[in-house]
């Protein structure tokens, strides 16, 4: 399977999956105008991934800003990798948020209550 990586741009994080070791990364600013037409191919590309994972899966968000859009493709991700834990494999999340930042911190929090999975809020400084 090949690598996934989507540069950045203004309104879109970058995506950088790499399925050798099962690091997955989404980092900046997620408010693409049609959330569907961005992350509908990360999320098809996930499902793949998970017909032949790392024995460890992790994926590290570090937004700067996120609307309710990507939000819920966010949230499906993160479903398709409980979905795989649920069968007894390994996958933890990392979600990284500024420490004056309310919004993504507690956006961060809302997503560990709901989705039980190893989840880490990893406070920068």
Known sequence: MNDLNIEKTYSTPLVSFDPKNGVFKI??????????????????????????????????IRLDYINSGSSKSIM??????????DKGNECQVN??????????????????????LPFNLVELY
């Open 27 to 60: 980092e900046g600013r997620s408010i693409p105008e049609n959330p569907a037409a961005f992350y509908d191919p990360v999320n098809t590309w996930i499902e793949q991934y998970f017909k032949n994972p790392q024995p460890l899966t992790r994926l590290d």
């Open 76 to 85: 499906y991700l993160m479903k398709v990798m409980k979905d795989y834990h």
């Open 95 to 116: 979600w990284y948020f500024e420490e004056d930042d309310e919004s993504i911190r507690d956006l961060g929090k809302h997503y560990k209550s709901l989705i039980k």
